[in-house]
């Protein structure tokens, strides 16, 4: 079998929903990895459903179980890769800890491999979002040297005139200006704000100060098209 469509269906198998690879040559923080693996799993569409009021402490327990499972599934392939012979890095978040960069940044985040490999675009709200689900997911992904089937990159944003994230942000982190591959986070969106509010609203919801809010994954229309699905 193809070594892609093997390590997709692995993936999957153990709880990924959607895969992709990407080239990621131009941009790797590790020398001679120059594929990137990227994988997410969606939120319950009930834990969605009920975050008219976000954050809700179900939405932050959900996000703390998926990024353990996340990492969990990047170690795997990672394991995967070796076996098959390959160089492999998986970028956990245990791995990775809070080591962010001056806006909030991995080096190279998920979101980027994702984009390149063609599984969706960068929304308004500066979160990674597809047609299928929305932002209600969260990724993770895997640097390696094996020869994988590319996807076709997204460089720009499918989000139009839609300001409904941008309307829904309390904090305005969200200018409104779409996103393309050329853009810089900080040129659209104010991580900053966002922080400052969700510092707040964390506060009166869950009763403890933590970066999180959701407002903008619950308000995104392709989010409510997910949920509203039977």
Same mark, same amino acid.
């Given at each position: 079998?193809?070594?892609?469509?093997?390590? $997709? *269906?692995? %993936?999957?198998?153990?709880?990924?929903?959607?895969?992709?690879?990407?080239?990621?040559?131009?941009?790797?923080?590790?020398?001679?990895?120059?594929?990137?693996? =990227?994988?997410?799993?969606?939120?319950?569409?009930?834990?969605?459903?009920?975050?008219?009021?976000?954050?809700?402490? @179900?939405?932050?327990?959900?996000?703390?179980?998926?990024?353990?499972?996340?990492?969990?599934?990047?170690?795997?392939? *990672?394991?995967?890769?070796?076996?098959?012979?390959?160089?492999?890095?998986?970028?956990?978040?245990?791995?990775?800890?809070?080591?962010? !960069?001056?806006?909030?940044?991995?080096?190279?985040?998920?979101?980027?491999?994702?984009?390149?490999?063609?599984?969706?675009?960068?929304?308004?709200?500066? #979160?990674?979002?597809?047609?299928?689900?929305?932002?209600? %997911?969260? #990724?993770?992904? =895997?640097?390696?040297?094996?020869?994988?089937?590319? !996807?076709?990159?997204?460089?720009?944003?499918?989000?139009?005139?839609?300001?409904?994230?941008?309307?829904?942000?309390?904090?305005?982190?969200?200018?409104?200006?779409?996103?393309?591959?050329? %853009?810089?986070?900080?040129?659209?969106?104010?991580?900053?704000?966002? @922080?400052?509010?969700? %510092?707040? =609203?964390?506060?009166?919801?869950? !009763?403890?100060?933590?970066?999180?809010?959701?407002?903008?994954?619950?308000?995104?229309?392709?989010?409510?098209?997910?949920?509203? $699905?039977?």
């Amino acid at each position: 079998m193809d070594l892609s469509l093997k390590l $997709k *269906e692995y %993936l999957i198998k153990n709880g990924a929903i959607e895969v992709g690879f990407a080239d990621i040559t131009n941009f790797t923080p590790k020398e001679g990895l120059n594929s990137g693996v =990227v994988f997410y799993i969606t939120y319950p569409k009930e834990i969605i459903k009920n975050m008219q009021n976000a954050p809700t402490p @179900e939405y932050l327990e959900e996000l703390i179980s998926l990024n353990s499972r996340l990492d969990g599934l990047g170690m795997k392939c *990672e394991e995967f890769l070796i076996n098959e012979g390959y160089d492999a890095y998986a970028q956990t978040k245990k791995r990775l800890g809070s080591d962010f !960069g001056e806006f909030n940044s991995f080096e190279l985040p998920h979101k980027t491999i994702a984009t390149r490999a063609g599984l969706g675009w960068i929304g308004k709200s500066a #979160l990674f979002t597809t047609k299928k689900y929305g932002s209600a %997911l969260r #990724l993770s992904s =895997v640097l390696t040297n094996a020869p994988l089937d590319f !996807g076709e990159p997204i460089l720009k944003s499918n989000c139009g005139k839609c300001e409904i994230c941008k309307d829904a942000c309390p904090g305005g982190a969200i200018s409104g200006k779409e996103w393309n591959y050329n %853009l810089k986070r900080n040129e659209f969106y104010d991580d900053k704000k966002c @922080e400052k509010y969700a %510092l707040i =609203v964390s506060e009166e919801n869950l !009763g403890k100060a933590d970066t999180v809010c959701g407002k903008c994954i619950y308000a995104c229309p392709h989010t409510q098209k997910y949920i509203k $699905k039977s």
